[in-house]
């Protein structure tokens, strides 16, 4: 008697391991895929924000040496920096972002308004160009007028980062939820 409940009872702790065994299997998968999705997702914003701050590194050199009076050439730099910037841009859209570059595309045709996200990207491009071409009408500029410009560009930059401060403040938000998400994972 004693021998069929040993038999019984270990066919049942069989039993129940091999169907408890998987259900705990595939939980801890999908968490871990979770996390995996998680940091890609993060990882991925990290960028977008490093390359708005070489944008805006580029940007400040060519200030700072237009203030020292020296030749300053923007122009292939900050076009690469630009074009890194938009490619970061759009590897977050697989995560909620929605990134449309020109005012010509299927969000603004259609009449929406653009996201937050698309009009500090806009207006991080647009002010950066504007920096750029007052730094180079400084660069050409008699003394008289010179002053002037790099007021002008000053400006222009102050823009391009309020536009990057913007964009990021839509970033923040998503990457702090991620890093709790991970900290609890």
Known sequence: MYGLMGALG??????AATVSAPVLTGRQTRLQAQRVRNEAEF??????RRTTRD????????????????PVRLGDRLDEAIRRTRESADRC?????????????????????????????????RFAR???????AAGRADSARRPAFEQRADGHY????????????????????????LGRS
């Open 130 to 136: 504007a920096t750029a071409s007052w730094i180079d």
């Open 10 to 15: 270990g066919a049942l702790l069989g039993a």
């Open 55 to 70: 944008l805006l590194l580029i940007l400040d050199d060519g200030r700072q040496a237009m203030h020292r009076g020296e």
């Open 93 to 125: 859209e697989m995560y909620g972002l929605r990134f449309e570059h020109s005012r010509s595309s299927a969000e603004s045709a259609g009449g929406r308004e653009p996201s937050p996200e698309t009009e500090a990207l806009r207006e991080l491009v």
């Open 43 to 48: 990882d991925r914003m990290m960028e977008l």
């Open 158 to 181: 102050e823009s391009a980062e309020n536009a990057r401060r913007q964009l990021l403040g839509v970033l923040m938000d998503r990457m702090e939820e991620l890093r709790e998400e």
